[in-house]
């Protein structure tokens, strides 16, 4: 990916932050075909003639990051997590709408690995890995964030790292047991949400 210099990014992103929202015009083309992958990720798995498609996805993306103005930019692995969660919601809020307007807004218990299997027949069923990952962030907050940025972001655990300022080794750690956990909370486990 050709994101121009690392410092090129990180000015843009600098200048964001404070203020400049031509900054983010001018940082977009840089990671474009990062957005694209990304969205891609989500999407591979969606049927042809999909209502929604990767540009799109994009695009939804990008008018919620616009709205971001109290985000405090780091470097790309920050931006591109921040994306991921941002690309993450789109998709729930679509799930919820959908499935509130096919079948009156009724849920069903699906397990971590279903869910995270997107096609436009199971995309409802991301409400509920969702909420589980939400309530993995109110118990353990670091966790839920290399879930967001490893799964739904596609970043590798020395981006994770970075950007959470910890070991690759947390990280890692940090993945296994948010797999566990929230397998255990979307089968409806007794102990989900006991302590490490």
Known sequence: MNVGTPEKFTDLLLAWNKGDQTALDRLVPLVYAELRRLAHRYMRRERAGHTLQTTELVNEAYLRLVDCSRVHWRNRAHF???????????????????????????MRRVSF???????WESLADLAPCDEALEKLAQVYPRAARVVEMHYFGGLEGKEIAAVL??????VSGDWKFAKLWLRRALNGEKGAVDGR
Do not use: F, I
Not at 165 to 170: G, I, L, M
């Open 80 to 106: 591109l997590a921040v994306v991921a969660k941002l690309m993450r919601r789109v998709l729930v809020d679509l799930a919820r709408k959908r499935k509130c307007d096919r079948h009156g807004g009724g």
């Open 113 to 119: 690995d279903d869910a995270m299997a997107v096609t």
């Open 165 to 170: 300022e910890v070991s690759a080794a947390t």
